[in-house]
């Protein structure tokens, strides 16, 4: 598969989870059988889910004129050619999961407006993550390395305006960073509030 064969299956690290963890999380809420991996790379989480039953869409960038998406077509999979800045092309609620990691999270916004990293485009990021994903549903934020104090803290606020409920909460120092401020990894398993 190209990927640590211990990936979402062992536990490496403290701030990552397991899929089979996060997929017990969802058990009272409905079965995931459909989710939504934005800036997925090679589509390996999604492979994963595959073992699973679960189908998930994978979203991948032009990566240097390489066709990462014809590669993971290429393994069966589903790719979908676009960035994180852009506006997700599905129906309101259509996924039961939705997991982002660093990428997603470091490039929402517009990069060639200059707005990548920006708070407002953080807030359009997740904006459009809470729109596609159903009621109920789960939003798995994995290993997001959070650089600045700021960052984390602007994260943490839009999660609380959105108002999911937290499932999984962990936050841990990068190991052998060796400064005063550490970069910190965040992971979290949040839970999509039900709206009148």
């Known amino acids: 598969m190209g990927v640590d064969s211990r990936r979402w299956v062992k536990p490496r690290h403290d701030h990552e989870f397991l899929i089979d963890d996060v997929l017990r999380l969802a058990a009272g809420a409905g079965k ?113 390395m959070c650089h600045s104090d700021e960052r984390r803290q602007v994260l943490v606020r839009l999660i609380g305006r959105f108002g999911y409920k937290k499932l999984k909460w962990v936050m841990g120092e990068k190991a052998g960073t060796g400064s005063a401020k550490a970069a910190m990894y965040f992971s979290a398993v949040l839970q999509k509030p039900a709206r009148g």
């Open 32 to 144: 995931i059988r459909i989710g939504f991996d934005v800036a997925g790379g090679a589509a390996n989480f999604a492979a994963r889910m595959r073992e699973r039953g679960v189908t998930v869409f994978t979203t991948v960038l032009d990566n240097a004129g390489k066709p990462m998406n014809e590669f993971v077509a290429a393994r069966g999979l589903f790719p979908l050619l676009l960035s994180p800045a852009h506006r997700f092309p599905f129906y309101d609620g259509v996924f039961d999961l939705v997991h982002v990691g660093t990428t997603a999270l470091a490039e929402g916004g517009s990069p060639a407006l200059g707005q990548a990293g920006t708070e407002e485009a953080l807030e359009f990021f997740m904006f459009d993550v809470d729109r596609v994903l159903r009621a109920s549903g789960l939003l798995w934020i994995d290993s997001y």
